[in-house]
DNA sequence: CGCCAGGCCTGCACGC
DNA sequence: TGCGTGCAGGCCTGGC
Protein backbone atom coordinates (compact mmCIF):
# COMPACT_ATOMS: atom_id res chain seq x y z
CA UNK A 1 0.00 0.00 0.00
CA UNK A 2 0.20 3.10 0.05
CA UNK A 3 2.36 3.20 3.34
CA UNK A 4 1.69 5.94 6.15
CA UNK A 5 2.37 9.16 3.66
CA UNK A 6 0.06 8.14 1.24
CA UNK A 7 -2.97 7.28 3.45
CA UNK A 8 -2.55 10.76 4.97
CA UNK A 9 -2.74 12.73 1.98
CA UNK A 10 -5.50 10.34 0.55
CA UNK A 11 -7.23 11.35 4.02
CA UNK A 12 -6.98 15.45 3.39
CA UNK A 13 -7.72 14.99 -0.23
CA UNK A 14 -11.51 13.36 0.59
CA UNK A 15 -11.98 15.36 3.49
CA UNK A 16 -13.66 18.18 2.01
CA UNK A 17 -15.70 15.79 -0.26
CA UNK A 18 -17.16 13.82 2.80
CA UNK A 19 -17.32 16.11 5.66
CA UNK A 20 -21.15 17.15 6.54
CA UNK A 21 -22.19 14.98 3.17
CA UNK A 22 -25.27 12.44 3.35
CA UNK A 23 -24.82 9.06 1.94
CA UNK A 24 -27.39 8.25 -0.92
CA UNK A 25 -26.21 5.20 -1.67
CA UNK A 26 -23.72 2.17 -1.31
CA UNK A 27 -22.81 -0.18 -4.32
CA UNK A 28 -20.66 -3.27 -3.82
CA UNK A 29 -19.09 -4.65 -7.03
CA UNK A 30 -16.76 -6.90 -5.31
CA UNK A 31 -17.18 -8.04 -1.25
CA UNK A 32 -14.19 -10.22 -1.89
CA UNK A 33 -11.70 -8.35 0.25
CA UNK A 34 -9.11 -9.36 2.86
CA UNK A 35 -12.27 -8.92 4.66
CA UNK A 36 -15.50 -9.71 3.00
CA UNK A 37 -17.67 -6.12 2.84
CA UNK A 38 -20.85 -6.28 4.44
CA UNK A 39 -23.70 -6.46 1.91
CA UNK A 40 -25.69 -4.79 4.86
CA UNK A 41 -24.05 -1.89 4.63
CA UNK A 42 -26.33 -1.23 1.65
CA UNK A 43 -28.72 -0.83 4.31
CA UNK A 44 -26.84 0.39 6.76
CA UNK A 45 -25.19 3.38 5.82
CA UNK A 46 -27.87 5.53 3.52
CA UNK A 47 -29.14 8.56 5.11
CA UNK A 48 -25.73 8.53 7.27
CA UNK A 49 -24.35 11.97 7.24
CA UNK A 50 -20.18 11.60 7.13
CA UNK A 51 -19.50 13.84 10.13
CA UNK A 52 -15.70 13.52 9.93
CA UNK A 53 -12.54 11.11 8.47
CA UNK A 54 -9.13 10.44 10.13
CA UNK A 55 -6.66 8.12 9.80
CA UNK A 56 -5.12 5.68 12.46
CA UNK A 57 -2.15 3.99 11.48
CA UNK A 58 -3.07 3.02 7.92
CA UNK A 59 -6.60 2.71 8.46
CA UNK A 60 -8.65 5.44 7.81
CA UNK A 61 -11.83 5.83 10.17
CA UNK A 62 -15.25 7.75 8.96
CA UNK A 63 -17.54 9.02 11.21
CA UNK A 64 -21.31 8.16 10.16
CA UNK A 65 -23.10 8.94 13.52
CA UNK A 66 -24.49 5.92 14.40
CA UNK A 67 -21.24 3.65 13.56
CA UNK A 68 -17.65 4.04 11.61
CA UNK A 69 -16.26 3.00 8.23
CA UNK A 70 -13.01 1.65 8.71
CA UNK A 71 -11.28 1.34 5.17
CA UNK A 72 -7.60 -0.14 4.72
CA UNK A 73 -5.78 0.05 1.23
CA UNK A 74 -4.02 -2.88 1.43
CA UNK A 75 -0.91 -3.13 -1.31
CA UNK A 76 -2.96 -1.72 -4.10
CA UNK A 77 -6.09 -0.12 -3.04
CA UNK A 78 -6.84 3.82 -3.91
CA UNK A 79 -9.87 5.77 -2.28
CA UNK A 80 -11.31 8.55 -5.26
CA UNK A 81 -13.68 11.12 -5.29
CA UNK A 82 -15.85 11.05 -8.74
CA UNK A 83 -19.13 11.98 -10.38
CA UNK A 84 -21.27 9.66 -9.01
CA UNK A 85 -22.56 8.43 -12.96
CA UNK A 86 -18.42 8.22 -13.44
CA UNK A 87 -18.63 4.38 -15.20
CA UNK A 88 -16.89 2.09 -12.89
CA UNK A 89 -13.82 0.41 -14.17
CA UNK A 90 -12.15 -3.46 -13.73
CA UNK A 91 -11.49 -3.51 -9.92
CA UNK A 92 -13.66 -1.14 -8.84
CA UNK A 93 -15.33 -2.47 -6.15
CA UNK A 94 -16.84 -0.28 -3.72
CA UNK A 95 -18.71 3.08 -3.97
CA UNK A 96 -19.73 5.77 -1.17
CA UNK A 97 -22.43 7.50 -3.49
CA UNK A 98 -22.85 10.99 -1.78
CA UNK A 99 -25.90 13.17 -2.38
CA UNK A 100 -23.55 16.07 -3.46
CA UNK A 101 -23.92 13.57 -6.76
CA UNK A 102 -19.87 12.69 -6.47
CA UNK A 103 -19.07 9.20 -4.81
CA UNK A 104 -15.87 8.10 -3.24
CA UNK A 105 -14.28 4.89 -4.90
CA UNK A 106 -12.36 2.55 -4.12
CA UNK A 107 -10.31 0.53 -6.52
CA UNK A 108 -7.86 -2.44 -5.35
CA UNK A 109 -6.67 -5.02 -7.78
CA UNK A 110 -4.75 -7.05 -5.42
CA UNK A 111 -8.04 -7.10 -3.23
CA UNK A 112 -5.40 -7.13 0.16
CA UNK A 113 -7.74 -3.73 1.45
CA UNK A 114 -10.92 -3.60 3.57
CA UNK A 115 -14.21 -2.12 4.43
CA UNK A 116 -14.98 -2.74 7.80
CA UNK A 117 -18.24 -1.55 9.69
CA UNK A 118 -18.36 -1.03 13.37
CA UNK A 119 -20.51 0.22 15.51
CA UNK A 120 -18.65 0.73 18.50
CA UNK A 121 -15.33 2.60 19.17
CA UNK A 122 -13.10 1.94 16.05
CA UNK A 123 -10.11 2.03 17.98
CA UNK A 124 -11.22 -0.68 19.96
CA UNK A 125 -12.01 -2.96 17.13
CA UNK A 126 -9.58 -6.17 16.67
CA UNK A 127 -7.80 -4.64 13.96
CA UNK A 128 -6.72 -1.43 15.59
CA UNK A 129 -6.80 -2.36 19.39
CA UNK A 130 -3.24 -3.29 19.21
CA UNK A 131 -1.64 -0.51 16.97
CA UNK A 132 1.83 0.79 17.64
CA UNK A 133 3.09 4.25 18.34
CA UNK A 134 1.65 6.95 15.87
CA UNK A 135 5.39 7.71 14.47
CA UNK A 136 4.63 11.63 13.88
CA UNK A 137 3.28 12.07 17.11
CA UNK A 138 5.61 13.63 20.24
CA UNK A 139 5.33 10.23 22.03
CA UNK A 140 7.60 8.60 19.34
CA UNK A 141 11.28 10.50 20.09
CA UNK A 142 14.30 8.53 19.86
CA UNK A 143 13.63 8.03 23.87
CA UNK A 144 10.52 6.01 22.94
CA UNK A 145 12.31 3.69 20.41
CA UNK A 146 15.29 3.29 22.75
CA UNK A 147 12.75 2.17 25.48
CA UNK A 148 11.51 -0.31 23.21
CA UNK A 149 13.84 -1.90 21.43
CA UNK A 150 16.08 -2.95 24.17
CA UNK A 151 16.52 -6.71 24.22
CA UNK A 152 14.79 -6.81 21.07
CA UNK A 153 17.00 -9.63 18.60
CA UNK A 154 14.92 -9.07 15.38
CA UNK A 155 17.01 -6.59 13.04
CA UNK A 156 16.38 -3.13 13.07
CA UNK A 157 14.47 -2.70 9.95
CA UNK A 158 11.95 -5.54 10.68
CA UNK A 159 11.27 -3.64 13.89
CA UNK A 160 10.60 -0.68 12.47
CA UNK A 161 8.16 -2.35 10.17
CA UNK A 162 6.04 -3.93 13.16
CA UNK A 163 2.78 -2.33 13.12
CA UNK A 164 2.41 -3.45 16.93
CA UNK A 165 5.23 -1.38 17.27
CA UNK A 166 5.20 1.62 15.34
CA UNK A 167 2.23 1.87 12.63
CA UNK A 168 2.86 3.79 8.97
CA UNK A 169 6.70 2.91 8.13
CA UNK A 170 6.21 -0.03 5.61
CA UNK A 171 9.17 -1.52 3.51
CA UNK A 172 10.31 1.52 1.19
CA UNK A 173 10.35 4.74 4.15
CA UNK A 174 11.95 1.89 6.36
CA UNK A 175 14.82 1.44 4.06
CA UNK A 176 14.98 4.86 3.14
CA UNK A 177 15.08 5.98 6.81
CA UNK A 178 17.50 3.62 8.07
CA UNK A 179 19.54 5.14 4.98
CA UNK A 180 19.22 8.63 6.27
CA UNK A 181 20.05 7.30 9.76
CA UNK A 182 23.19 5.57 8.49
CA UNK A 183 21.80 2.43 10.46
CA UNK A 184 22.68 -0.93 8.54
CA UNK A 185 19.34 -2.39 8.38
CA UNK A 186 20.29 -5.95 9.59
CA UNK A 187 21.56 -4.33 13.09
CA UNK A 188 19.43 -6.18 15.81
CA UNK A 189 17.22 -3.71 16.80
CA UNK A 190 18.33 -3.73 20.91
CA UNK A 191 21.74 -3.02 19.87
CA UNK A 192 21.44 0.55 18.46
CA UNK A 193 22.30 3.08 20.93
CA UNK A 194 20.52 6.00 22.23
CA UNK A 195 22.16 8.40 19.87
CA UNK A 196 21.34 5.93 16.65
CA UNK A 197 18.04 5.80 18.40
CA UNK A 198 17.70 9.79 17.98
CA UNK A 199 19.08 9.64 14.61
CA UNK A 200 16.25 6.69 13.40
CA UNK A 201 13.74 8.78 15.11
CA UNK A 202 14.83 12.01 13.68
CA UNK A 203 14.99 10.22 9.69
CA UNK A 204 11.34 8.60 10.38
CA UNK A 205 9.73 11.40 11.27
CA UNK A 206 11.61 12.94 8.32
CA UNK A 207 11.05 10.79 5.87
CA UNK A 208 7.47 10.20 6.51
CA UNK A 209 7.12 14.57 6.74
CA UNK A 210 8.59 15.09 3.28
CA UNK A 211 6.61 13.09 1.46
CA UNK A 212 3.16 14.25 2.72
CA UNK A 213 4.52 17.72 2.20
CA UNK A 214 4.96 16.63 -1.18
CA UNK A 215 1.24 15.75 -1.76
CA UNK A 216 1.90 11.81 -2.05
CA UNK A 217 3.87 9.47 -3.16
CA UNK A 218 6.50 8.10 -4.90
CA UNK A 219 4.63 4.44 -5.60
CA UNK A 220 4.36 4.28 -9.49
CA UNK A 221 0.58 3.67 -9.26
CA UNK A 222 -0.86 5.72 -6.41
CA UNK A 223 -3.02 8.34 -7.61
CA UNK A 224 -4.54 11.13 -4.93
CA UNK A 225 -8.53 11.26 -3.86
CA UNK A 226 -8.64 13.36 -7.07
CA UNK A 227 -7.07 11.03 -9.29
CA UNK A 228 -3.56 12.92 -10.04
CA UNK A 229 -0.52 10.35 -10.11
CA UNK A 230 1.76 11.16 -6.52
CA UNK A 231 4.91 12.58 -6.87
CA UNK A 232 6.71 9.40 -8.32
CA UNK A 233 9.23 11.33 -9.64
CA UNK A 234 10.58 11.95 -5.92
CA UNK A 235 14.04 10.50 -5.59
CA UNK A 236 14.84 7.58 -2.96
CA UNK A 237 18.56 6.93 -1.60
CA UNK A 238 18.43 3.56 -1.56
CA UNK A 239 15.00 1.71 -2.24
CA UNK A 240 14.82 0.26 -5.95
CA UNK A 241 17.97 1.23 -6.48
CA UNK A 242 20.29 -1.99 -6.17
CA UNK A 243 23.46 -1.64 -7.89
CA UNK A 244 23.13 1.85 -8.59
CA UNK A 245 25.91 4.48 -7.10
CA UNK A 246 24.99 5.47 -3.30
CA UNK A 247 23.78 9.20 -3.66
CA UNK A 248 26.30 10.11 -1.11
CA UNK A 249 29.09 7.90 -1.70
CA UNK A 250 29.21 6.06 -5.52
CA UNK A 251 29.23 2.67 -3.76
CA UNK A 252 26.82 0.52 -5.22
CA UNK A 253 23.65 0.27 -3.20
CA UNK A 254 23.54 -3.47 -1.59
CA UNK A 255 20.02 -5.73 -1.74
CA UNK A 256 18.81 -8.20 0.44
CA UNK A 257 16.30 -9.95 2.06
CA UNK A 258 14.54 -9.62 5.45
CA UNK A 259 11.57 -11.39 6.53
CA UNK A 260 10.52 -12.25 2.59
CA UNK A 261 11.19 -8.37 2.03
CA UNK A 262 13.58 -6.51 -0.44
CA UNK A 263 16.41 -4.51 1.71
CA UNK A 264 18.83 -1.50 0.33
CA UNK A 265 21.22 -0.06 1.79
CA UNK A 266 24.71 1.54 1.01
CA UNK A 267 27.36 -0.76 2.52
CA UNK A 268 29.82 2.49 3.06
CA UNK A 269 27.34 4.54 4.84
CA UNK A 270 25.67 1.73 6.99
CA UNK A 271 27.00 1.08 9.40
C1' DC B 1 7.12 -18.61 -17.92
C1' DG B 2 8.78 -17.15 -13.19
C1' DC B 3 9.43 -13.63 -10.21
C1' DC B 4 8.50 -9.44 -8.10
C1' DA B 5 5.52 -5.66 -5.87
C1' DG B 6 3.27 -0.69 -1.34
C1' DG B 7 0.52 -4.89 3.92
C1' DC B 8 -0.55 -7.57 7.47
C1' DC B 9 -2.99 -11.48 9.54
C1' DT B 10 -2.48 -16.30 11.03
C1' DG B 11 -0.30 -20.24 12.69
C1' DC B 12 3.70 -22.64 13.96
C1' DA B 13 8.18 -23.53 16.36
C1' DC B 14 11.22 -22.04 19.58
C1' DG B 15 13.42 -20.42 23.94
C1' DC B 16 13.02 -18.71 28.50
C1' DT C 1 2.54 -24.43 31.10
C1' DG C 2 2.53 -20.01 29.25
C1' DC C 3 4.21 -16.18 27.07
C1' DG C 4 6.72 -13.33 23.92
C1' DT C 5 9.18 -13.54 19.73
C1' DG C 6 10.45 -14.62 15.11
C1' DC C 7 9.52 -16.68 10.85
C1' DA C 8 6.95 -18.61 6.81
C1' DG C 9 2.77 -18.82 4.38
C1' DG C 10 -1.19 -16.97 2.53
C1' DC C 11 -4.28 -13.69 0.50
C1' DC C 12 -4.66 -11.53 -4.93
C1' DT C 13 -3.63 -9.31 -9.63
C1' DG C 14 -0.57 -7.18 -12.82
C1' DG C 15 3.78 -5.96 -14.85
C1' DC C 16 8.29 -7.05 -16.38
Not at 134 to 156: M, Q, V
Not at 157 to 177: F, R
Not at 191 to 220: E, H, N, P
Request: charged share 25%.
Amino acid sequence: MPELPEVETTCRGLEPHLRGQRIHAVIVRDARLRVPILAELAHILPGLEIRGIGRRGKYLLMDCGRGWLILHLGMSGSLRILPSDALAEKHDHFDLVLESGFCMRLRDPRRFGAVIWTETDPLRHPLLAHLGVEPLTNDFDGAWLYRHTRGKKGSIKQTLMDSHLLVGVGNIYANEALFRAAIRPTTPAGRVGASRCDRLARAVKDVLQQVIAAGGSSLRDFVDSNGKPGYFQQQYFVYGRAGEPCRQCGVPIRLLRQGQRSTFYCPDCQR
